[in-house]
C-alpha cells in the first residue's frame, strides 16, 4: 500500500510570486483535503476534493485554489504569496462514496518559506 | 525537517508512568472525534478515534475518553515511552462532513 506523497519538501518563494505543491494520495483513496499548519498551531483546513470537484472550503481566499485529476491526486495553487502564507502545508487522502471514512492519512508536508 | 509545536503547552513525563492528554472540542453537533500523533518532519498520524455513541474506546496502550456534556476529550497513554514524545491534536468531524476541525495541539516529553 502506498502512503501519501507530497513535493517538494520545501520550498522558497518571495512575496507575490505564485507556488504550486502536490500531493499523491494513499491508494485506494478517492478524496483529498488541504490543511495548512503555522507554527505552534495544529493544521487548518483549506478544502476539500472529491471527483475532481471542490468539496468543501475553510475560511481561505480565492488565491488558495486546487485541482484533482483522475488518479485522485492533487495540487494546491497560491497565488500573490504574502509573508503569512509561510506554513506546512499538508494533504491528506481519505475514502468517500459507498464507504465512508473520515481518518485522515497524512503525507509529510511541504514547508513554504515566503520572503 | 522543521519542528512543530515550539510554543505549544507542553506534558512531560518519566518513562514508564501514564500520560493524560486533554482537549476541549467546539462543536456540540461534532460526531466523530480522533487523536493524532504528530512528530517532527511528520504529518500527523491517526491513533485513536470515537463515535459520540460511545464514551469510551481502548486500543493498544491508549484510551480515548468523551464526555459529551462538557464537550472534552482526553487521551490516556499507558507505560509512556520515549517514541511516544511527539504533538498530540484532537480533532473534530461530522459524520460524512467535508472537515476535520484541529485542537491546538499538546507537546508530550517523555523523560528516560
Known amino acids: 500500500e502506498t502512503g501519501v506523497t507530497q513535493s517538494p519538501t520545501h520550498l522558497i518563494k518571495t512575496r507575490g510570486q505564485q507556488v504550486t505543491l502536490r500531493c499523491s494520495s494513499q491508494s485506494g483513496h478517492n478524496t483529498v483535503s488541504w490543511y495548512q499548519q503555522a507554527l505552534g498551531q495544529g493544521p487548518q483546513f483549506i478544502f476539500q476534493y472529491y471527483r475532481e470537484e471542490e468539496n468543501g472550503r475553510g475560511n481561505f481566499p480565492p488565491r488558495f485554489s486546487g485541482l484533482q485529476f483522475p488518479n485522485y491526486s492533487s495540487e494546491l495553487n497560491v497565488n500573490a504569496l504574502e509573508l503569512d502564507d509561510s506554513a506546512l502545508y499538508l494533504c491528506?487522502?481519505?475514502?468517500?462514496?459507498?464507504?465512508?471514512?473520515?481518518?485522515?492519512?497524512f503525507g509529510s508536508g511541504t514547508q513554504l518559506s515566503v520572503l | 525537517g522543521e519542528s512543530v509545536g515550539l510554543h505549544l503547552p507542553t506534558l512531560s513525563v518519566q518513562e514508564g508512568d501514564n500520560s493524560i492528554i486533554n482537549c476541549a472540542y467546539s462543536n456540540s453537533a461534532s460526531d466523530y472525534f480522533i487523536w493524532y500523533k504528530q512528530e517532527s518532519g511528520k504529518g500527523p498520524q491517526f491513533i485513536i478515534d470515537i463515535r459520540s455513541n460511545m464514551d469510551k474506546r481502548q486500543g493498544q496502550r491508549v484510551t480515548v475518553l468523551l464526555n459529551k456534556t462538557v464537550k472534552h476529550l482526553s487521551l490516556q497513554i499507558a507505560a509512556t515511552q520515549p517514541g511516544d514524545s511527539a504533538v498530540y491534536f484532537c480533532a473534530e468531524t461530522l459524520t460524512g462532513g467535508f472537515k476535520t476541525i484541529f485542537g491546538a495541539g499538546t507537546r508530550l516529553f517523555v523523560k528516560a
Open positions: 491528506a487522502s481519505s475514502s468517500q462514496g459507498e464507504w465512508i471514512s473520515e481518518k485522515l492519512f
